[in-house]
Nanobody, 127 residues
């Protein structure tokens, strides 16, 4: 069982920045494609960004393009989400997810693609 643990959430003012991290227990972290999702109060969980095993390919939701950047450090078994220019509507619980990927270039954007999920980290953006 792969364990996934998010950290880095918190309270920030609009326009501020946060960097989320996601650590995994998996020594073969580079075998896994990774993704970030979020769930705001009263809303469905939605896709934020995803990255391939190698880190060479990534894809972000339209509403975060130009503001959020997904990256990974395979040597440190860690996934990141750098969030800049935060808005109150970015307030949500942010989840990290992992799936063992066959190909190094695959990027997954659907929740159903992922097998392992973290407990989430709260991000609150005040206006």
């Amino acid at each position: 069982q792969v364990q996934v643990v998010e950290s880095g959430g918190g309270l920030v003012q609009a326009g501020g920045s946060l960097r989320l991290s996601c650590a995994t227990s998996e020594r073969t972290f580079s075998d896994y494609a990774m993704g970030w999702f979020r769930q705001a109060p009263g809303k469905e969980r939605e896709f934020v960004a995803a990255i391939s095993r190698s880190g060479g390919q990534s894809y972000s939701a339209e509403f975060v393009k130009g503001r959020f950047t997904i990256s990974r450090d395979n040597a440190a078994n860690t996934l990141f989400l750098q969030m800049n220019s935060l808005k109150p509507e970015d307030t949500a619980v942010y989840y990290c997810a992992a799936v063992r990927a066959r190909f190094t270039t695959q990027v997954y954007t659907q929740q159903s693609n992922y097998d392992y999920w973290g407990q989430g980290t709260q991000v609150t953006v005040s206006s």
